[in-house]
């Protein structure tokens, strides 16, 4: 059977997702070393590389994101237009910070910035692979008497 009420309306978002510029694509997937411990997998749509189980790296519309130590967070945030990854509007992703646009043209600066991205993820704690736990209807037990004269009623039966 149908439901008869009329389901809300979804918002439209208010800056909708673009995809990420075909070159840029390319330009990531020729940065990233040639390293067993990367993963390259897609996160909401966009390409990212990972080590143990951390984003080490990604694109994100038009941009490049890295995450970095912070002595060479400080190094990058000195150049224009680098700043704090942030996928919504005021909501900055701790540790990762985007690369500037004319530095992403630079196939070399690239695979420095990623490589080093690599080696400070790689140092941190793996991510485990936790079990989900499956929801199992809990047996049912006989409920307790609510009153004290319930409890009596409960009694005398026995």
Do not use: H, I
């Amino acid at each position: 059977m149908l439901c008869s009420r009329a389901m809300p309306a979804s918002k439209p978002s208010k800056t909708p997702w673009k995809k990420t510029p075909t070159a840029l694509v390319m330009a990531f997937d020729t940065s990233l070393p040639k390293d067993p411990r990367v993963e390259r997998r897609q996160m909401f749509g966009y390409p990212c590389a990972f080590t143990g189980g951390n984003m080490f790296t990604g694109l994100f519309q038009d941009r490049w994101f890295v995450r970095l130590s912070d002595r060479d967070r400080d190094e990058l945030l000195r150049l224009d237009g680098a700043g704090p990854f942030e996928p919504m509007a005021g909501r900055a992703m701790k540790g990762y910070f985007v690369v500037p646009s004319a530095l992403q043209e630079d196939s070399a600066a690239m695979r420095s910035w990623v490589g080093r991205a690599l080696e400070y993820t790689a140092s941190l704690p793996a991510k485990t692979k936790t079990k989900t736990k499956t929801k199992t209807k809990p047996k049912a037990k006989k409920s307790a008497p609510k009153s004290k004269a319930a409890a009596k009623r409960v009694a005398k039966k026995r």
